[in-house]
């Protein structure tokens, strides 16, 4: 379990002081994989690298099973931080070494012998899918490839906790699929405990149970990811989800909206063809992001109602009839 209590990052600088995170508090269960979301700057790479003491917290702490990260000797820290894997945007990989001397690397300095350690990085390129890998160098390998091999180093140590700070960001959307499809399967296999850092909410919906929405520096919402993606309460949780006043929203402005949302309870059907039908009304789908699991639909719609008032009230009559959760949404002024 992770515990981050009252933790605050400042910088000192010659312009004055910066502070980037303040008042986190935060618990990651064994197991999660919990993703931490934000606008740039928000604060949430430093927050993640406070974890494992790559920045030092001003104030708070943070317990790692229980222990205060803070009250390490140098040498327990290190011992620590071979316990936390972590993995970047830049993958971070050692350009003179192969994929397998990349793997290896870390459990040299952690004095493990030369024909365990190779035996360990095989075992791990197996894992990522590279077992034809291990000769190449990271200038021979994809930006998906090079990322595999930095999870497989990443986990070189057997952690218990990996930390993923923006893992995806330079990689294509087929390609980010993959790795995020690899991720959970560690996660299950290996009951990898998760951290994932990122902008993009359909990272956190692909793969994360729980997730933190920080915003200008503090935690704006937390819970489970069903709950925020359904039912935002912060404006930069709606913001993140929905778009507000960007694409697709100004050609609506002023407009009478509102906002569907399928949690499971409804079957994949098309309900919104059927309403426009049995209501002889047009409405304009003004943003979608839904799914089908398992016959269920889940997700969120935003309809952009008709301007005949009369015609309106049918939309809403049928919404309420069917059982369908919704809730009126204002856009104006972009907001």
Do not use: W
């Amino acid at each position: 379990m992770i515990e981050i209590k009252n933790l605050a990052k400042t910088y000192h600088g010659a312009d004055g002081d910066f502070t980037a995170v303040k008042n986190i508090n935060l618990t990651i269960n064994d197991g999660d994989i919990f993703g931490i979301i934000g606008l740039s700057g928000a604060g949430k790479s430093t927050l993640v690298r406070c974890i494992n003491l790559l920045e030092v917290p001003t104030e708070g702490d943070v317990l790692v099973d229980g222990k205060s990260m803070l009250s390490l000797s140098r040498k327990e820290l290190l011992a620590a931080r071979q316990k936390i894997g972590m993995i970047f945007q830049g993958f971070n990989l050692l350009a003179q070494r192969t994929a397998l001397g990349n793997i290896t690397y870390p459990l040299e300095i952690a004095g493990v012998g030369k024909a365990q350690a190779k035996k360990r990085a095989r075992e791990l390129l197996e894992l990522v899918g590279l077992a034809d890998k291990e000769r190449s160098y990271p200038s021979q390998l994809s930006g998906g490839q090079k990322q595999r091999v930095a999870i497989a180093r990443a986990l070189a140590t057997e952690p218990s906790v990996l930390l993923c700070d923006e893992a995806t960001s330079a990689l294509d959307p087929t390609t980010t699929v993959q790795i995020l499809d690899l991720l959970r399967e560690i996660n299950q296999r290996l009951g990898v405990t998760i951290v994932v850092i990122t902008h993009e909410m359909r990272v956190i919906e692909k793969i994360c149970n729980r997730v933190a929405v920080i915003d200008s520096a503090e935690i704006a919402e937390e819970g489970l990811v069903s709950e925020v993606f359904l039912r935002p309460r912060s404006a930069i949780a709606r913001k993140l989800i929905m778009p507000q006043g960007g694409e697709g929203i100004e050609s609506v402005l002023g407009s009478r909206c509102i906002r569907v949302t399928f949690d499971g309870s409804d079957t994949a059907e098309p309900v919104i063809s059927k309403m426009t039908m049995e209501c002889r009304a047009a409405v304009n789908i003004v943003f979608a992001n839904t799914r089908s699991l398992g016959g269920k639909a889940y997700g969120q719609m935003v309809l952009q109602l008709p301007a005949d008032e009369s015609a309106q009230a049918r939309v809403l009559d049928y919404m309420q009839r069917t059982g369908l959760e919704f809730s009126e949404e204002v856009y104006a002024d972009g907001n």
